[in-house]
């Protein structure tokens, strides 16, 4: 089945540890995101890709970094600089890239926890 | 800079009742608006996209609507079922900045 993977589901660290989360999509999509979703907020925008080798900060990319050397693959790193790193992270993707990406797809999420 | 509002915050209607949930944007230089479900815990599905030439859009009991000029979109369920039951959300794609703005969402919950 097509789809977009996250992984771990859940993801527990301990503070001053980066840690990476894992997002693999086999739609074929050009453009890949990572949005932030914390209680009572909207999703909010860290990075995102259009294209291989290429990525924009969003609108809280402080504390993170991201790579897109493979089409299918996104990953988020959240490292020691990040403030406040509890909450949902979901990947999305779309087919697009540039103006007007169509339709939006997000994988399951992954649940960080700092100890 | 685009902001979008969801309107109510929380909803609870009994089984049956057809319903519907607001969204509201402040620039019209949208490309499209789409709605999404989320369950508790889980990633965000995709119910419907109406681009910006399109006034609206079915898909089963769900119609979406969209009027550009107000900066306004609804969704409407018919016949809620409590299978409905979850947090909608909007999110708008504006002309020049690549990403989608969302809503916070309205929380439904649908009553047997």
């Known amino acids: 089945d097509g789809g977009i993977t996250q992984s771990p589901k859940y993801l527990f660290r301990k503070e001053g540890q980066n840690v990476t989360l894992s997002c693999e999509q086999n739609?074929?999509?050009?453009?890949m995101y990572w949005y932030r979703q914390d209680p009572g907020q909207g999703l909010r925008l860290i990075y995102y890709s259009q294209i291989v080798n290429d990525f924009q900060k969003g609108d809280i990319a402080e504390g993170y970094s991201v790579s897109r050397e493979k089409k299918e693959s996104f990953p988020l790193t959240v490292t020691s600089a990040q403030k406040n790193p509890t909450a949902f992270y979901l990947c999305?993707?779309?087919?697009?890239?540039?103006?007007?990406?169509?339709?939006?797809?997000f994988g399951e999420g992954s649940r960080l926890t700092v100890l | 800079k685009q902001e979008v509002t969801q309107i109510p915050a929380a909803l609870s209607v009994p089984e049956g009742e057809n319903l519907v949930l607001n969204c509201s944007f402040t620039?019209?230089?949208?490309?499209?608006l789409q709605w999404f479900r989320q369950d508790p815990g889980k990633g965000l599905t995709s119910l419907l996209l109406?681009?910006?030439?399109?006034r609206e859009q079915t898909s089963g009991r769900l119609n979406a609507s969209l009027d550009k000029s107000s900066g306004r979109s609804t969704l409407y369920i018919a016949a809620s079922q409590p299978g409905d039951s979850a947090t909608y959300l909007c999110a708008v794609f504006t002309s020049g900045t690549y990403k989608y703005i969302f809503g916070t969402g309205t929380r439904l919950k649908v009553l047997a």
């Open positions: 620039d019209s230089a949208i490309y499209n």
């Open positions: 739609l074929n999509h050009d453009a």
């Open positions: 109406i681009q910006s030439s399109q």
């Open positions: 999305a993707s779309s087919i697009d890239r540039g103006m007007n990406t169509g339709e939006l797809f």
